[in-house]
C-alpha cells in the first residue's frame, strides 16, 4: 500500500515538465551549450546561475513562482522585463547601509534597484579583492559575492545579443549588408584610397559591438563546424566577429536570432519553429550531445535527491510508529520504501556519473550524495539480518542529513564542473576517492548507530541485553568495516600522491584527517580487544568517531592550506563546530553511570 | 621488574595510548600549517622527538608533548615486542599478523624516507638547458676561484655554517670568511638614508638595505635567505659583502691575483645528464580558466649511457630516470618557464609492499570475523 503510494509520488515527474504558456520553455531548456567547459542544457544553465543569484532553484514573482528557465530567457531575450525581478540576496546590513538601506523586511534586490549603485559595488569588489580571501571582513566577503552575482547576471544578459532594445533578426541583416562594403572601405582607407566614410563607421561599430558580445557572453551556443573537436563551441558575439573575416555566420545565430526576435514579438508559433529548427541542426551533428542534454534536462526536473529526502522522511516516520505500536507490517513497508529511496538515490548517483563520465566523488557535494549513499546501502544490509528497524531508522536519518547538505553545498554553480588538471584521473577518483567516502560513510554510520543506543538506553526501557548486544555487534561491525575502508583509502591516497607529487605522505591536512580516522577507529578496536572498553565505552567511541570524521570532512577544508583544499566555506564552520559540540554532549550523556539510563537502572522496589 | 616491563612493553594499553596521543599530535600538527605553514609544522611535530614550547623572548625550549619520532617509535617497539612476547603460529591469527608487518614496514618506510630522501626543483625556461636542481630550502654559499681560463673551481659552503659571528675557513681558499649576521627570511630595499655608514663596504649590497622578515608559511611563498660575510685575508679585511637568493649576480674581487666571485643561491644537485626545455603547454577546458593540463616536453641527453630522447612529462605521469622522478610541479606566470619536482627516494617501494600487506591482512581478518559472525546467525 504504502509503496504504491511512494510510487504514484514519483511517477508524474518521470515524464518531464510541461509548459504552461505559450512558449515551448521547456524545450528551448533542452538545447546544449557550452558553459565552464562543459556541455549542458540551458536548463542546468537557468538552475545553477539562479541558484547562484538567488540562492534557489525558483523565483517567486508577483505572488507566482517562475522555473529558472522563464527567468532565464526574460533574462537573456527580455532584460526590461527581467530587470525587476528581486533575486539579489543582500543580508549584510553594511552592504545595504552602503546603498542607503535599512535591514528591514526585504531581503532580495532586482537589477534596476542595484543598477544606480554598480559603480560602488565594483570600486568596493575591487578594494575587497586585494585582501587574501581568507581574511576578508564579512562585509569583504559579502560585497564581493554580489559583485560576483551581478557580473553573472550581466554576463547572461549579453549572451545571445547585445542587450538593446533593437531586433536582433534585422540587426544581423543590417550586420551582412555592412560586411561587404565595411571590408573595402577599410582596406581603402589603409591603402589610402578614397572610401565612404559611412559604411567604414558601420563595420566599425558592428566589429565593436560584436567584440564586446564575444568578451561578456556567458554562454557558448554556437556549435563548431563539421570535424573540429567537440569541446569548441563558441559565443554568438564569436562567430559574428569571425564573419568580419569572411566567414559564414553559423546558421544557429539565425536562428538564436530569430528565436530572440519571435520572444520578444510575443509570436510563439514562430519561437516553436525556429526552436525545432535550432534542435534539428544541433541533432544532425551531434545526435549524442542532444540526448544527454535531454536526459540531463529530465534528470534536473526529476530532483531525485529531494525526492530521497521525502522518502527517508517517510521511512524515519514509518519506523517509529512501527515501534511504537510494534507493526509488523509497518515495519516491513518501511524497508520497502527504504529500498525504493536507495534505488531513487542510486539511479540519481548514476546519472551524474553518466552525465559527466567520472566516477561518482569529483567534489565536496558528491561527496555528500556518495556518503549518503553508502550509509543507506549498509543500513539496508544491516536491516535484513538483524530485522530491528535499527539499521532503517539510521540509515534514513543519515541519508537526509547527507542529502541536506548536499542542497547547501549546491550554491556555487555547476556541480558537475569539470576537474583541475591534478584530478583529471578517473583511476584515482575510483578507487582512492570511493575507499575513503566509503570510510567516512561507515564510520558515520558506526557512530548514529552508538547514538541510538544511547538515545534509546537513556530515554527508553527497550534496550535490553538482547537488543544492547546486537546493536553493539552491529557498531563493532562497523567500525571494523570503517577502518579497512580509511585505511585502504588513505593509502592509496598515499600511492597516488607518490605517482603525481613525488611523496607518498606529506602531512597535508587532507591526508592527516583521513589518518585520523584510520588511527580513531585502530584504537577504537585495540580498546576493544585489550577489553579497555565494554559496550558503553564502544558507543561513546564510536561517537567521537562522528566529530574525526566531520573535521576530516569539513574541518580541514577550512584551515584553507595544501593541496587538497577546495576553499573555505563560511556557514559550514558555524554548523560543523555546532554539531561538533552536540556530539560532545552526547558523548557525555552516553558515558552517565547506568542508574541514570532507563534500560538499566535497576528498578526501585 | 623485568616482567612488568616486559608487560607494559607488549600492553594493548600501550597501543591505544600511543595511538591516542597521535591522534592528538596529527591533530595538533594540522592546525599549526595554519600559521607555521606545513613544512615547519612537520618538523615542529612530526620530525622530532618532543614538541617543544618557547615562551616568547626567553629563548627556552621546554618538551611538552611527545614528537612524531617519540611517539612512532614507541609504537615500534610495542607491536615487536608484542609479536615476539606473544606470538603464536596459527592459521588464525595470520590476517592480524600479516598486517602488523605491514604496520611494521610502513613506520620503518617512513623513517627511511625522512632519512634517504631529498626533494629539490628544477626551474627551466623553453629552450634552456639544464644539468642540476635546487633545493627548496638549503642553501650554499659559494666562492668560485675563475682565474684559470677553462676550469672554475667553487666551494660551497652549506647554510649549517651560515650563522652569524661564525668564521669559516676553507683549506681551499686562501681567506677567511666571517659571517657577520644572516637572515632566514628578509626583504631587501634600497638604502635611503646614505649619511650614515653602511656595514657593507662591498659589491652590490652597500647600496641596499636589508630588513628581516618572518619565516615564509604560504606552500607558494619562499624566505629570502640574506647573508653579510666579511672576508679577511692574512693582510687584513678585504671588505664586507652582501650576498642574498634575491641577487642573481655573482659578486666579483680579487685577491692575490687571482679572480673570485661569491653568491649566496638555493643548493644545487648536479646530475650526470641534461634535460631541455622544449616546450610547456597550460591548456584551460573552453571559455574558462580552470587548467585542463600542464605538460612539459623535454629532450634528455645522457652522453654516458648514450641516451638522447624527448620526454613528455604531465600531471600524474612523471618521468622516472636515473632513480630520480621528475614530476610536473608548476609553472612561471608568462606561461614558458616549467617547474619540475625533482624527487630522490631510494625507498620509494616501501610504502606499496607494506600497504598491500596491510590491506591483504585486514581483508583476511574481517572476512574472517564476518564468516564467523554468519556462522553464529545460522546457528
Known sequence: MVLMVCVLFLLPDLRGPKDEDFFSRHEFGELPVLVGGRLKPF?????????????????????????????????????????????????????LGMMGWKKSQKKYFSWSELEPHLDEILRQAKL????????????QREIVKLQERLELYHRLKNSLRVEEDVDFVKEIALFEKTLMPGAKAFLAKKKGLPFEQKNLELWEEFNNRYQFLAEVAYVFPIPPENGQPLSSWTSIGHNLLEAVTQKPISPMVKEYAAMVSAYRNVAPVEFDQHLSEAMRIIHSQFPDTVFRARYECRFNHFEPFYKCMTLYVLVFVLICFAWLGSSASLHRSAYMVLFLAFLVHTAGLVTRMYLQGRPPVTNLYSSAIFIGWGVVLLGLILEKIYKDGIGGVTA????????????????????????????DTNFWLATHVVCITLGYASTFLAGFLALMYIFRGMLTRSLDKQNAQSLARMVYGIVCFATLFSFVGTILGGIWADQSWGRFWGWDPKENGALLIVLWNAIILHARWGGMIKQKGLMVMAVFGNIVTSFSWFGVNMLGVGLHSYGFIDKAFFWLSTFVVSQLLLMMIGALPDRYWRSFAKPKR | MLESIIKAFTSLKLTVICLGLAIILVFMGTIAQ??????????????????????????????????????????????????????????KKTGIFLLHLGIFLLLLGGLLTEWLSTESQMRIHEGETKNYSESLDAIELIIVDTSSPDLDEVVSIPDR?????????????????????????????????????????????KTLSVTEAPRATKVNEADVPTIIVEIVGVEGSLGTWLCSTALMERQHFYYQDKSYEIQLRQKRYYKPYSIKLLHFAHDQYDGTDIPKNFSSKIHLVNSEKKEDREVLIYMNNPLRYEGETYYQAGFEKDNHTTVLQVVHNPSWITPYLACSMVGLGLVIQFSMHLFNFGRKKRA
Do not use: C
Open chain 1, 43 to 95: 536548463d542546468t544553465v537557468a538552475r545553477n546561475s539562479l541558484m547562484i543569484i538567488h540562492g534557489k532553484q525558483t523565483l517567486r514573482k508577483n505572488g507566482k513562482s517562475i522555473s529558472a528557465i522563464e527567468w532565464l530567457m526574460n533574462v537573456m531575450m527580455r532584460p526590461e522585463v527581467a530587470k525587476d525581478d528581486e533575486l539579489f540576496v543582500i543580508n549584510h546590513s553594511d552592504v
Open chain 1, 128 to 139: 575587497a579583492d586585494a585582501v587574501d580571501s581568507q581574511v576578508r571582513s564579512p562585509f
Open chain 1, 396 to 423: 534514513s536519518i543519515l541519508g537526509f542529513i547527507t542529502l541536506l547538505i548536499a542542497h547547501h553545498l549546491s550554491g556555487d554553480g555547476d556541480t558537475m564542473e569539470m576537474l583541475r588538471a591534478v584530478l
Open chain 2, 34 to 91: 595554519v600559521d607555521l605553514g606545513i613544512h615547519a609544522a612537520q618538523q615542529k611535530y612530526f620530525q622530532t622527538f618532543f614538541v617543544y614550547w618557547s615562551p616568547a623572548n626567553r629563548g627556552w625550549r621546554i618538551p611538552v608533548f611527545p614528537g612524531g619520532h617519540l611517539i612512532g617509535g614507541v609504537l615500534f617497539l610495542n607491536l615487536i615486542a608484542a609479536h615476539i612476547y606473544r606470538f603464536q603460529m596459527k592459521w
Open chain 2, 161 to 205: 655554517f651560515l650563522v652569524p659571528h661564525q668564521v669559516i675557513q676553507h683549506p681551499q681558499l686562501p681567506f677567511r670568511l666571517n659571517v657577520v649576521n644572516f637572515f632566514p627570511n628578509s626583504t631587501l630595499g634600497h638604502r635611503k638614508d646614505e649619511s650614515e655608514p653602511s656595514v657593507v663596504t662591498q659589491g652590490f649590497g
